[in-house]
């Protein structure tokens, strides 16, 4: 497999990173197009893949990493034994599913489409590097939100969240006459205490 010398940095780049490089980081490092960075990865993806190389290149929506080859797994678990993938419980991997699906998604919202408390989840989740914090949200409280992580995509084998299997979503809306205040039972409550 011959590589030219652009081919070479990417692979020492990727080697040394040990965890996803964005395509646009290694663009403006190597002075290099994107599109050109994109081209060079996907060549060398295929390259490994058809030699059946140990070690892959997987694409991670717009960031690449190197890793070893699926086929190779079971041999590197029990060689390293120290890097399984996180076990989730079926209450994570639901708060999991919400936040993938709707994300950025807040603690909040999370729980409406739950129905159930899901602070811990969310800290299993943080904890594991599944997700991570994604701003707040500009309503008062200013609650987190929560999108994945690159980490997610690689656990799950996804390029990107296009990935995912689609769902049907579930759509929340507000009933605004639970919002509404009535001011007659307000009104009468005025005109009682005026009476007294």
Known sequence: ?????????????????????????????????????????????????????????????????MCSAAEQAEFVT??????????????????????????????????????????????ALLTKKLIREAGRLNVPGRPFQYETTPDFLRVFGLQSLADLPPIEKVELSTNQAQLEISLEPQAADEQKETAQ
């Open 1 to 65: 497999m011959e590589q030219n010398e652009l081919q070479r940095t990417l692979m020492a780049i990727l080697f040394a990173a040990g965890e996803p490089v964005a395509a646009s980081r290694l663009s403006e490092t190597l002075a290099v197009d994107v599109a050109q960075i994109h081209e060079e990865l996907k060549y060398l993806m295929n390259e490994l893949a058809y030699h059946r190389s140990g070690i892959r290149i997987v694409r991670l929506e717009d960031a690449y990493q």
């Open 78 to 123: 029990r060689t390293l034994e120290t890097r399984k993938p996180p076990k989730l419980s079926s209450s994570q991997l639901e708060t999991l599913s919400v936040i993938a699906y709707y994300q950025p998604a807040t603690k909040a919202y999370v729980e409406q489409i739950r129905g159930v408390d899901s602070g811990y989840s969310i800290s």
